[in-house]
């Protein structure tokens, strides 16, 4: 397994950005294929971005397109998530995960996580 730590979470106003970051560690950390997933209170996890394991690749929740990046750095063994124009309802704990399986979406494919950091979006 992988172990990852998120950072970079806070509270910023509808219409901010900032950056969040996922540190991996692991003899394999850079073979496996990225995502970043977020919950908010009383919902579901859910996926917002995942990115594959040679950083060719990248696929976005319909939710955050063309609002979030997602990126990676394989020499600092570190995933990024670049996230501007945040509304209210981007508020959340945003998870950092990994996985081997091709399919970036499926929560259950992911088999190590983050502690999570907190997002929160003011209106």
């Known amino acids: 397994q992988v172990q990852l730590v998120e950072s970079g979470g806070g509270l910023v106003q509808a219409g901010g950005s900032l950056r969040l970051s996922c540190a991996a560690s692991g003899r394999t950390a850079s073979s496996y294929a990225m995502g970043w997933f977020r919950q908010a209170p009383g919902k579901d996890r859910e996926f917002v971005a995942g990115?594959?394991?040679?950083?060719?690749?990248?696929l976005y929740a319909a939710s955050v397109k063309g609002r979030f990046t997602i990126s990676r750095d394989k020499a600092k063994n570190s995933v990024y998530l670049q996230m501007n124009s945040l509304k209210p309802e981007d508020t959340a704990v945003y998870y950092c995960?990994?996985?081997?399986?091709?399919?970036?979406?499926?929560?259950?494919?992911?088999?190590?996580w983050g502690q999570g950091t907190q997002v929160t979006v003011s209106s």
């Open positions: 990115i594959t394991w040679s950083g060719s690749s990248t």
């Open positions: 995960a990994a996985t081997i399986s091709p399919v970036l979406t499926a929560l259950r494919q992911y088999d190590s």
